[in-house]
């Protein structure tokens, strides 16, 4: 028994199963997703736009993450996630097969991916406890490896096994085996992490040494409550001051979204952050208000960090042409050649694009994480800008010639893909930089949500503009908007020494 409670363990007993766990939920909401809705005939319009809307979960990270970081440990977060994806995974199974199969797993992806979301909180957080600097950057392309792994399994192997068994279980029935499988591996995981993960000292909530009275739990919760009502009140007014503009939906969307961001940041900076000093230099304190304090504490430190705009103007811009590539891949390959895609079948998909792509694409992830514990992120960033942008141009060539050869295709993947999995190290360990410090649990989850907004809102519109401008067209302007990423990365700023291993300081 006393294993159980031990503050070290091997960090390869767990960092590997711990990302290949955090990267399952999200593969079968991002990736598997589109492929099993696309093989059910649902347009790519309709594809893009909802797979898009359910990055939400992880863009509600940014609210979320400070409760996670407030009550319990990450260890407790990080299983008790684990057993509740494993149930959603279970529900997609059990939904299929209704004639009400497109509501149903819609509503229980978005349970799957809040849970993935909050998984990814606590197992964030639990990462940058158990491990110290050195050995961060170290692992970073170990995590990001099984990460990809299970990419390989969902976006690859899965898909490769729906595909055999659609002509003998019919498409729903296929897709209802994979999900059944993908839950009792998630079962097994589950267990393991129950006894495996360690305990280190640090983790505990920011409030563990406060016993919460039954007033201040309701009111951190009526804080917390009046904040979002606020700010979706806030969502609203601008949405209608668009409207009165003639501005369609999509953009009404889309530009209410990024001005409601601004806010945030400016409200967070100026009237919360005086309230948050005002309670904090207060001789007479109300601790019934402490946790909400504590709550907004997490956002106002985040908010009032050095050259914040450029900051978020490189989390949300960053993956600007990715965020549209993503969502279009997959459809691209599985399109008949008359609607210019490349008609590859189910099962070719999964070896090229699940299989093939990712194994480049978590090659590019170890590489990059290894030459950074060697040089440093500053060195790296611009070469692993360009890596990862400018392979885009092999969707230009496939979309352009539509070559039917197996190996051009699979070799243009991996190229592009080997370009991505490199560059996007630089990404990972920027936010690990600047989640330093104090509320470092919550301020990863803040970056990562920023991230996802990022990600979503692009993606949201990338479906309906392919179908408008055809896929040569759509491949061109991924190519184009590349260019806010170079524009970001000329603005960051890096720390020398930051991300090089202790012994080559």
Known sequence: MSNQKTEYRNPWYWVPSLYFAQGIPYVMVMSVSVMMYKRLGVSNTDIAFFTSLLYFPWFLKFAWGPFVDMFKTKRFWTVTMQFFVAAALFGIALSLPTSYFWHLTLFVFALMAFSS??????????????????????????????????TIVGSGLLVIIAGELEGKLGIKGAWSVVFIVMGILFLILFLYHKFILPYPLEDKGTLADKKLSAKQIFLLIGGFLLVAV?????????????????????????????????????????????????????????????????????????????????????????????????????????????????????????????????????????LGGYVISKKGLKWWLWPMVLIMHLPDLVFVYLSQTQPTNLFIISAAVAFEQFGYGFGFTAYMMYMIMISQGEHKTAHYAICTGIMALGMMIPGMFSGALQEAIGYSNFFLWVVASTIPGFIVTALVKIDPEFGIKADKK
């Not at 957080?125 to 792994?149: C, E, I, N, W």
């Open 230 to 366: 606020s700010f979706f009140i806030l969502y609203e007014i601008l949405n209608f001051f668009l409207s009165l503009m003639n501005i369609s939906s999509m953009w009404k969307t889309i530009t209410s979204t990024i001005l409601l961001v601004i806010l945030a940041v400016v409200l967070f900076r100026t009237i919360v952050a005086a309230q948050v000093d005002k309670f904090e230099n207060s001789g007479n304190k109300n601790d019934a208000f402490t946790p909400f304090i504590e709550f907004l504490k997490a956002f106002v430190v985040f908010m009032r960090k050095k050259d914040i705009w450029i900051i978020l103007a490189f989390l949300l811009f960053f993956r600007f042409a990715e965020a549209q590539l993503v969502k279009l891949v997959q459809p691209f390959l599985l399109d008949p050649r008359d609607n210019g895609g490349l008609g590859l079948t189910t099962s070719e998909v999964g070896v090229v694009y699940g299989t093939i792509g990712v194994l480049a694409l978590t090659a590019g992830g170890l």
């Open 117 to 150: 979301a909050t998984h990814d909180i606590a197992a964030d957080g639990f990462y940058m406890l158990s491990l110290p600097q050195k050995d961060q950057a170290a692992f970073v392309g170990v995590r990001s490896t099984f990460y990809r792994v299970a």
